[in-house]
T-cell receptor, first 110, second 107 residues
C-alpha cells in the first residue's frame, strides 16, 4: 500500500496563477483533509471531507477550493495564487482517530 | 473555541536527560488527544494517543483533565528523538493541532 500520495512535491507559481494539488489514498478511508504548515503556526486545516461527496471549510479556507472526486481522491485548488499561500501543504486521511499524512507539497508563490 | 497550546517552539536537552514537551488544551467535552511527530525528511506520523495509554519509543503522555494538559515525557532523551512534535485533539470530524515544538537532543 502506498498510503497517502501527493503530487507535485514542489511547485513554484507566479502571483495570479492557478494550480491543483492532488491527493490520493488507498486505505479506503472515509475522511480526508488538507492542511498547510507554516513556521510558528503549526498545522492549520484548510478543508476537509468527512465522506465522499461532502466537503467542509476548516480554519483557513480563503483562497482555496476542494473537490472530493471519489473516495480515494481529494484535490486542492488555488484559483489565483498569492504570496501568502507560500507554504507546505499536507494531505491526510483517517478512518477513526489516527490520521495518515502524505509527504507534502512545497509551494512557493512569487 | 477549541484550542491546543504548545508554549515551547524550541526545546533543547542533552542526551540522557529527561524531556517534557508541554501541551494544554481548551475544550469543553471529553477530548481525544494525540501526539504526532515529524522526523527530518519524513512524514508526520502518530506517536501516541491518550486513550491507548501505551508507551511508544519510551514516550508517555498522561491526560490531566484538571489542568487540561497532555504533556509528553521521556525519562532519557536519545539523539533520534530530535524532531518536531505536535499535540492534537480530535472532535467530530476535525483534528486540531498545536503550533508544534521542535526538540533537539544534544549529543
Amino acid at each position: 500500500n502506498a498510503g497517502v500520495t501527493q503530487t507535485p512535491k514542489f511547485q513554484v507559481l507566479k502571483t495570479g496563477q492557478s494550480m491543483t494539488l492532488q491527493c490520493a489514498q488507498d486505505m479506503n478511508h472515509n475522511s480526508m483533509y488538507w492542511y498547510r504548515q507554516d513556521p510558528g503556526m503549526g498545522l492549520r486545516l484548510i478543508y476537509y471531507s468527512a465522506s465522499e461527496g461532502t466537503t467542509d471549510k476548516g480554519e483557513v479556507p480563503n483562497g482555496y477550493n476542494v473537490s472530493r472526486l471519489n473516495k480515494r481522491e481529494f484535490s486542492l485548488r488555488l484559483e489565483s495564487a498569492a504570496p501568502s499561500q507560500t507554504s507546505v501543504y499536507f494531505c491526510a486521511s483517517s478512518a477513526y482517530y489516527e490520521q495518515y499524512f502524505g509527504p507534502g507539497t512545497r509551494l512557493t508563490v512569487t | 473555541a477549541q484550542r491546543v497550546t504548545q508554549p515551547e517552539k524550541l526545546l533543547s536537552v542533552f542526551k540522557g536527560a529527561p524531556v517534557e514537551l508541554k501541551c494544554n488544551y481548551s475544550y469543553s467535552g471529553s477530548p481525544e488527544l494525540f501526539w504526532y511527530v515529524q522526523y527530518s525528511r519524513q512524514r508526520l506520523q502518530l506517536l501516541l494517543r491518550h486513550i491507548s495509554r501505551e508507551s511508544i519509543k519510551g514516550f508517555t503522555a498522561d491526560l490531566n483533565k484538571g489542568e487540561t494538559s497532555f504533556h509528553l515525557k521521556k525519562p532519557f532523551a536519545q539523539e533520534e528523538d530530535s524532531a518536531m512534535y505536535y499535540c492534537a485533539f480530535h472532535k467530530i470530524d476535525q483534528f486540531y493541532f498545536g503550533t508544534g515544538t521542535s526538540l533537539t537532543v544534544i549529543p
